[in-house]
Each structure stands twice: as C-alpha cells, then as structure tokens.
C-alpha cells in the first residue's frame, strides 16, 4: 500500500488498483455489525454509507472488532485514516506542508526520509524492546494513533490534518450482584462467541489456536468445539514432558474436532532460527511466539485460514488489577509503579543509569494519559504501549496476509463488560474464573480437572495460576541453557550471542558498552534489542549510499 497526497495529486493507484472516481474506502481486519463478522472489502459499501452520512464519528465508535479504515474522497480532496480502539493495524506516514506519504511498509518510505535514527526511540527499543506512543526508530517518520481518526485536507496549497480520538478507556467500578454478573457474562460470551464461531465456520470450518495450559486459550478451543470447527493446534516447549505440553495434550484429547496437535520443541535448530530472525523497526523486538505460531501456520495454510489466538483474556478478567491500586493518588504514584514493579531488568538497569534515566522517564511520561481517573490512566496506557505492541502487531499480521486474524478477546462488548465492574470481581480474575466454573464448561467437565501446574507440583483445579506468557517462557528457557541448567535439554548449551552480534552497527551516539552490560550475561537475547536497532539503521545507510550513488 502506498498513498502520495499533495495539492497537485493524490495517487492512490498503489492503494486501490482501480479507484472510485468518488469515495475510496480500504478495509483492513474485520468489523462486527448486525451480529456478523464481514472480512476487509466485505465491509467497503456500508462504511461508505456511513461517511457520506452525517454525524461519522458516532457510528465509528460503534464498530467492533480489530480494523483499520482508510477513506480518500476525491472530490473534497480529503484524506481519512482511522484505527480501532487498539490500533491494529500498523500504517506509516512522512509528512511536510507539501506532500503526505503513507505505506504499511516503512521500508517504502525509507528513500523520501531523511535516514536519521531517532535518539528516543532507539534507547526505547534497547530497553523496553519496543518503541512507545506513535514513533519509529526513523526521525521523520511516525505512526498513525490509536481510536483515532486523522483527516487530512488540503488548505491555501498546504497539507494540514486534525487528529480526534473518539474512545477513551475508563474503569467505571459500579456497584453489582457478583451472582448476576457472573450469569451475564457467560450469556455475552456465549452471545459473542457464536459470531466469531459462525465467521470461522464461513471461512472453512477450522480454526488454529496456539495452545498453551493456560486459561484463555482453552476455553476458546472448548467454545469454537462445540460449534464443530476442526482446531489445529500448537504448543511449544523444552522437551518431552515438559509440563506446558502435557496438559496442552490433555486439553487436546478432550476436544471432540481436533485436527491436528503440533509440538514444537526448543531444540538447535529453533533457537539458531530465532537468532537470525527478522526484526521490526516501529515497535516491537522480535515475536518469538508468533514466528513459531507461523511456521507451523504455514504447513496448514490450504486446509485452515484462520488463526485465532487467546491474546489477552487476563486483560479482560482484571489481571492488571491490584489492591494496592486504589491507595493510588496521583499519575506518579502508577508511573514509579511500572518503574519499580512491572518493568523487565533492562529497563531498571536503564533508569538506575544517570546517563539514560531520562530517556527511559521521557518513554512513559510522553505519552501517559491524563485523564482524572488514575488507574484507567495506567491501564489504557499499559494497552495501548505494551499489549498492543508485544501481540497484536506481531509477525502473525506482517507476515501472514493471506490468512485471518481474529481476536474475540478483545471484542468491544466483552471489554466494555468488565470496565463496568466493581474493583473486588476483578482482582485475581474472581468473575472470570468462576463465570468459567458454574457455566462455561457444563458440556465437557473433564476440562475444568486438567490442572495448569507443571506435572512436578501439587495437581490443582482451573483456579489455580494462570501460566506464563510464551516470551517469558521462551527467554527463561534461552537463559537456563547458556548458564548450564541441568534440565532435559534438546539443543546445544554453547550459543554464542555475542559473538552472532559482533556485526552490528549502532548510531555512533549510541554507547557500545552497553551491548556488554552484565545483565546481558544472564538474559543475552536482551541482545536483539540493539540488533533490531542495528538492522534498522544499516538499512536507513544502504538507502542513503544507493542515493548518493
């Protein structure tokens, strides 16, 4: 996709091969209305409807899924781009008075840049794996935000724009019958679920859900089961008899449509591939489970087209949530918080170094919401600037157009129950698991007696605690195997990180003793945060010496 917008031209021949002469529309995702879930382009005549309408901005808050829109209207020479609650969908723009450039492939705006690194982004990107709000390691180029949306116009032969947001999250904590809202939510569940089900079945009756012996992605397999869609799975681990994986197979074998059940070990040859994986520039470090989830994916493309992972259903069930929240007074009191309490080693080795304590204050102040409510403050921004970044824009979107994301976790109506709950449902998930026990698995109990402990520890029913997420796992794992933990192991202890790095080029600002921080002794894959830098800038070089040649 490409889009040039200037007085003089609007080019959108790269974005619609053959355009409206009137109201363009692309559709990226899905979006849920009248109880349907309608695919990209099945979406286009509706939205375009509703644009020509009056009063757009209220029908878009009400479009429910994971989409992104872009309307070019040729005749007011307007340009709008709007994103879901979550910004799903990446999309880039270089931007002057003169011209607006806009791809999904920032590589495509490389040459019109000015190929300088941005400072900020890639102490961020060193320490968090990630950049926050909407930068990219390239100075001059952004991204478009979240529930927002950006109208472009062209006034006295300038571009300007003006960016609305049109959602704001917020915890309400009402009052509520703990009984009555645990039946409720199972109805919604059940109510919403039958719509992603009834599109899965339209799409091929079958389904990839990457299984792990958590709670999320079981009862997603158990709902899409009753429904008869085939379910191709995936769970990865150490070795045989790794506990992730028996129970993963123990869930498996009481599902009545399983298709296929893949199990990826973590021998040699994975972890040299993760390695010298691809990395991705605007936000996130590598996506170890989502380039597993895809290798397998890919095997099964012709018989399953839909992928379907149960990305954060803690979310939902109030995980965030702590008691000791709500002596919360002041945003400072939520941001020394993730400072102290929710930030990986290398960001407190970050901040406790003069020298880059700045930038790591300046990567969540920037961009932290301001709103009255304190802990919907934190909470919006830990969705919008760690959620979003580490699972939803994962490889699974960049590198698998051909198949279908769908994410009912984060479905509109889901979400907006639980903003509706009394804090006490939420901490330790109270509502969501017990909704689970009394109603959701009435047809197959056998499920609900599958503990999620390993096979070592003490056995334990559904209640017990939610599992890791898979790049926690994943890097744990790395780690014991290069400082020589004694476990059943598939692949050589002898990886030499740095030495896979010893080309990497960094701005020259950048501090290169960092790569030989301490703590990268013992967590090295922290490495390929610099390298996600490294590769970036090496292309922004190549792009400038091709130029110059």
Known sequence: MFIEYSP????????????????????????????????GDENTEYIRRDYLETDFVSKVEKYNGCWQIVIVDIPQKKLLIINDRWGTYPLFKLQNNEKLLISDNWRKLLPFSNRKPDKQSSYEMASFGYVMGNKTLIENIKDFPAHSISEYSIVENCVIYQENSYWHLKYKFQAANEKQKEKEFAELWQQQLAIYANAVKRLGNACYIPMSGGLDSRLLATEFDKYGI????????????????????????????????????????VLEKLADSPQHCNRITTSY??????????EIMEKCQVIAPGFRGDFMCGSLIRNRMLKWKTNEDAINYILEQRSAPMVKAFYKNEKYKAYIEKAITSDYPKEDDVISNYVRWFLENDIRRYLIRSVIIEKAPHGHLILPFFDYKLIDFFLELPVELLINKRLYVNTQIKYLYDHCPALLKIPRAKPKEKIKPIRSRITHEYVSKLRKKIRQSLIGAQDKTQWDKNIDWYKIYDNMILPDWMDKDLIHHPLLKKAPTYIKYFDTVSKVYMEMKNVENSNSG
């Open 8 to 39: 003089n031209k609007i080019d959108i021949t790269n974005f619609i091969p053959k355009p409206h002469t009137e109201i363009n529309v692309l559709v990226r995702g899905y979006i849920i209305h009248h109880d349907k879930l309608y695919l």
């Open 230 to 269: 085939n379910n191709y799975a995936m769970t990865f681990g150490s070795y045989e008899g790794y506990g992730e994986i028996e129970i993963a197979v123990k869930v498996i074998s009481e599902l009545n449509h399983s298709a296929e059940h893949y199990i990826q070990y973590l021998n040699q040859e």
């Open 289 to 298: 489970f989502g380039q597993m989830y895809l290798d397998y994916f890919y």
